[in-house]
């Protein structure tokens, strides 16, 4: 019933934000920033209570230090809203605007989504950095974290919320579910009357009990089985750079690589160069017979399931194909539809694969780890949609707004 | 087991689409507009199954006229298709493009959607307008329509199927399921490996159904319970002809007017002026007490639930408001976000309704009526949509298309 409560009064608080100006948000969101700065000690307080339940529960160290705020993050996450409010306001903005032949005056304009609800997992900085994006886009935020940092997703909230208090923006426009059982989660997924879009951010088990419960609409986000191909015509060594750079500096994300595609015409040069680099990281390979057979013992061989799987880890699936057709098969096959690259010198070859290869960002000769929104120069980003309506790769200021269709008239009738 | 062999199939099918180009699109629609014409027998005789069986069934004669098809009808369809042809290709187009500092030229490209699947009712030439657009915007289309239409649906696939055969595009770019029941449209609503997005076209049956099960992305059309509200500062004669044709030039579709608000000020002249040029077309009307009291007999008392209903009849919900912000809470009440109307002469509060009102199209001094791709200028539409994702409005061909980046670069990693 708290929860029905809270999304009724952040629909209420849309209706506000949707009028609210650029300045009036600005301010609010400066509140945010200052109100953040001024009370890092109680962030920290409450963190503290998470990171002990945590390390009680004999959580992970990788997890753990997602968990964990620090001073440097705390500045990381006002900064997050400093860039926020540094970004353009999309709201008001005409796409188009013209006369139909009857006298109509009709134009198209950019407004909130509304009530955008986010259920994330266990990172506390997606508590404000989606609180502060949907505000600056005029929407109410309903903000379901994870258990793991309950403290201290309450405590963000709850400074967020005094500090939009002494604003003119309404406090309910940010709200944090503090029930974080299955149960509040599917319940969130239910309220058509209320959300006008669901984000899930998280690993492909929520995005999939998101998938199959949801009613709201939802903008699938995240899961990443990025590849990348060395064609025939490869720059050898760009190709190994670009693999090593995709696997290695950030395994952990959604953009890294995690199968490498090479065409036979080049795999015996190219393979042991790429396997010394990837050697630098201890990368794990999971090779096909012919990758076995060029590489050796350094490689265990891939089951088929290591071609769909997103490992975000030190490890690489690779498989050897025999022209691009069967690489682009291949990433149609066991993609997600993320981010796919091709290195390659043959222009008809790189224009193929953008063209044919079906994925929110298609590469010639870079690395996918670029697939975010301040690489790609949108600002900050809510999160990467895979899915293709609405939303298509990282999601801005842009993707969390909607249009509505403005109609100037002098009597017409139909 | 058909079912998901006819939406594999269709996903292959749209490989291929998705790089065609604008000539082979048109080709293949003309391959089917001149197929329909060379069939007219074909699918006369497949109506009239239809007819014979609804007949039998007692179907309403309103129903059953929906569903007749006749030469003139047929020549309807074809001259749709027609039109599609000459309506500009989405696909290819780059929104826009540009270098990142680090040299990345980054665009964003226009590509098709994939697999579109649509569910609606008994009129059958939306199984010709639908897969037309789909076709032309590069998407594979599979078409779910009613029972009651299933002989002339099909007779109309098969038609389409086999003039692709004939083009360089594959025939499986148009499926007809030919189960009709609901567990069928269930099966269809949850096959997110097949399906990009599903657009259900119907009642508000068909749409609760859709939002219950669906598991795949759905574009929520239609239900429209559209209100005119006439200002204090109205022209009283231009919102009697604008109510007027609101509610009566069509009362059967999700644009017409259901709900007349009227500024206390002005409803003693008003509603006596409406309420003559209503009666010329039968219209019933519910009212509030102030409305029965001006206009006594004529009013039958309106109830809460008349406020919330889309009659598509020739029933009139009706009730006099005190200022704006009481209409526009109304409408925040009781609108289902499609199209609305404010007549006056007061700037403000033409400015106020334009931007307060939360809806697909917002209108000042013209009749709802005009909510449709082709009087807005979009060409053919597939729908209206009332969700704020993806689309919200009339959908024409730019809504049945995402986008992907694409992104071209010279060896940079991250």
Do not use: W
């Amino acid at each position: 019933m708290q929860l029905h409560q809270q999304a009724a009064s952040a629909k209420s608080a849309a209706v506000a934000l949707a009028t609210a100006g650029t300045a009036q948000k600005n301010i609010a969101l400066a509140a945010i920033a200052a109100a953040l700065d001024a009370n890092r000690a109680t962030i920290l307080a409450a963190n503290e209570k998470d990171i002990a339940a945590a390390q009680e529960s004999g959580m992970a160290s990788a997890m753990l230090d997602r968990l964990t705020l620090t001073d440097a993050r705390i500045s990381g996450m006002i900064s997050g809203v400093e860039d926020v409010i540094a970004l353009d306001d999309p709201v008001g903005a005409f796409l188009h605007m013209s006369k139909r032949p009857n006298g109509l005056v009709i134009g198209r304009k950019r407004v909130p989504l509304g009530v955008v609800a986010i259920i994330y997992e266990s990172r506390p900085n997606v508590t404000v950095d989606a609180a502060a994006l949907c505000l600056k886009a005029g929407n109410a935020a309903i903000l379901r974290g994870g258990k793991e940092a309950i403290h201290t997703n309450l405590a963000l909230a709850q400074l967020m919320r005094d500090a939009l208090a002494e604003t003119a923006l309404p406090e309910d426009a940010v709200h944090l579910i503090s029930d974080t059982s299955r149960e509040s989660a599917v319940t969130l997924m239910g309220l058509t009357e209320y959300i006008d879009v669901l984000i899930p951010r998280g690993g492909a088990g929520l995005i999939r009990s998101v998938v199959e419960n949801a009613k709201v609409p939802v903008i699938e986000t995240g899961v990443g089985n990025c590849h990348v191909y060395i064609d025939a015509d490869a720059d050898l060594d760009m190709g190994a750079a670009i693999i090593g750079n995709a696997k290695c500096s950030r395994p952990s994300v959604c953009n890294a690589a995690e199968t490498l595609l090479v065409h036979s015409a080049v795999a015996i040069q190219f393979l042991p160069k790429a396997a010394a680099l990837l050697n630098h990281y201890s990368v794990q390979l999971r090779g096909d017979d012919e990758t076995q057979r060029i590489l050796g013992d350094c490689v265990i061989p891939a089951t088929e399931e290591d071609y769909d799987t997103e490992f975000l880890d030190y490890i690489l699936a690779v498989k050897v194909v025999d022209s691009i057709d069967e690489a682009i098969a291949h990433i149609r096959r066991h993609g997600s539809g993320h981010s796919e690259c091709i290195v390659t010198e043959n222009y008809t070859n790189a224009q193929r694969f953008l063209d044919e290869v079906d994925a929110a960002a298609v590469y010639v000769n870079a690395s996918t780890r670029f697939t975010d929104g301040g690489m790609f120069g949108l600002g900050a980003e809510i999160g990467i949609s895979t899915q293709k309506m609405h939303a298509r790769g990282p999601m801005g200021l842009q993707e969390l707004t909607s249009t509505k269709f403005v109609v100037y008239g002098n009597g017409q009738i139909r």
